[in-house]
């Protein structure tokens, strides 16, 4: 087993005892809940992928559709396991008001075509960030 297998291990065993914690604190905030969500949707995702496709077998033409593809999927997964999160913690502790309001669910619901859009935008720009550094990486090596 390589070493990054170790790690995303480690890493997703500290995100899910970080939820669970949070499913046991009192917070009625949307924020925590959704750094959460937008945690547990990236390992998600990030593990299938790595799991499924090497990049070095990426052609390079195809990198920027496949960045925007994984951040619009994971910015809609990230909105959705926001409310299934919400649902969770009000089920949990279940008082006479609840923690999240059934709006609020749906409200992270309806804003998941913007979130798929914030997701694939940032990925889109994480990947030319990448590529400009490996190019200019490239022109130095070259200069010598």
Known sequence: MSNSTHVLRWVT????????????????????????????????????????????????????????????????????????LMLLKTGMHAHGVPDYSFVQMMGMVERAPLWALAG?????????????VKLQAGASDTSR
Do not use: C, K, M
């Open 120 to 132: 694939a935008l940032l990925a889109i720009g994480i990947a030319l960030a990448v590529q400009s």
């Open 13 to 84: 065993l500290v995100w899910g005892t970080a939820i669970l914690v949070w499913l046991s604190l009192e917070d009625s905030s949307p924020v925590p809940v959704a750094i959460l969500a937008t945690g547990a949707s990236l390992l998600l995702l990030g593990t299938q992928v790595l799991h499924r496709v090497t990049l070095d077998a990426v052609n390079e033409r195809y990198i920027f559709p496949i960045s925007a593809a994984f951040g619009a999927l994971s910015g809609a997964s990230t909105a959705i396991t926001t409310a299934i």
